[in-house]
């Protein structure tokens, strides 16, 4: 089992930066693949960004590169998703994913709200 705790979210304008961090906890994080999905309301959830087990890999939505960075300090089990230039569209609950592809595990954190208002 791992555990995923997001923290960071809340209220900013269009334009501004959030961080928010995910911790993990119960299993050897660096084992997993971490991601950050969103779901808006009324929309299903989608992907947003994700990073390979060492860091050295990052995956991007269209919607989101060139604006949102996502890294991970394994020493820390913490993954954190630096968001620049944020814009209304961006709002939604943003959940923190582990996973390992190659046993089907995937884990889910409990989400965070970003709202930006504009």
């Known amino acids: 089992q791992v555990q995923l705790v997001e923290s960071g979210g809340g209220l900013v304008q269009a334009g501004g930066s959030l961080r928010l961090s995910c911790v993990a906890s119960g299993r050897t994080f660096s084992n997993y693949v971490m991601g950050w999905f969103r779901q808006a309301p009324g929309k299903e959830r989608e992907f947003v960004t994700s990073?390979?087990?060492?860091?050295?890999?990052?995956s991007y939505a269209d919607s989101v590169k060139g604006r949102f960075t996502i890294s991970r300090d394994n020493a820390k089990n913490t993954v954190y998703l630096q968001m620049n230039s944020l814009k209304s569209e961006d709002t939604a609950v943003y959940y923190c994913?582990?996973?390992?592809?190659?046993?089907?595990?995937?884990?889910w954190g409990q989400g965070t709200q970003v709202t930006v208002s504009s």
């Open positions: 990073i390979s087990r060492s860091g050295g890999s990052t």
């Open positions: 994913q582990a996973s390992r592809p190659s046993v089907a595990l995937t884990y």
